[in-house]
């Protein structure tokens, strides 16, 4: 499966759902579904800005999921600041740049479980998660104590 490398505190806003523009300086005819990956750099200015704290963010690690559904092509960063709110840049982070595009993100969600990988540039393919058996044992264990639990109320 596709993935890609959003440094926090933005990958935990795109799996959330809160952050549905991804910001890039290159563009991409993919479509789909892909990974999201929280690298190990934590942007700690972007924490106290959108009042995250960073000590509670994973890194190194898949943390969610979402499509990408289409590509916006801002012709400069002033377009682009217009539409902020859906990607949370601020101006200074545009600076500079002459074309952005903006990856629409839509039907995000948050793995379970973080799944420990190794980021790259662009839209990398992930390798498949080894999960060890006893791990795929105790969550349905899980799950089927949840089920008991709602199904007695």
């Given at each position: ?43 700690a200015g972007d924490c106290a ?53 903006g990856f629409e993100l839509r ?47």
């Open positions: 499966m596709r993935c890609l490398s959003i440094s926090q505190p933005y990958a935990d806003l795109v799996a959330s759902g809160a952050k549905t523009v991804e910001l890039r300086s290159w563009n991409t005819r993919y479509r789909g579904e892909f990974l999201v990956h929280a690298p190990l750099r934590v942007r800005r959108l009042r995250m704290d960073p000590s509670s963010l994973v890194t190194g690690a898949v943390i969610g999921r979402a499509t990408l559904h289409g590509v916006i092509e801002y012709p400069s960063a002033a377009a682009a600041m217009a539409d902020s709110a859906r990607h949370l840049a601020t101006r200074s982070m545009l600076a500079g740049r002459r074309r952005v595009y039907g995000a969600s948050r793995l379970a479980v973080p799944v420990p990988l190794a980021g790259r540039l662009g839209l990398f393919e992930a390798p498949a998660p080894r999960v060890p058996d006893s791990e795929i044992l105790t969550g349905l264990l899980e799950e089927e104590q949840r089920y008991g639990l709602i199904g007695h109320h």
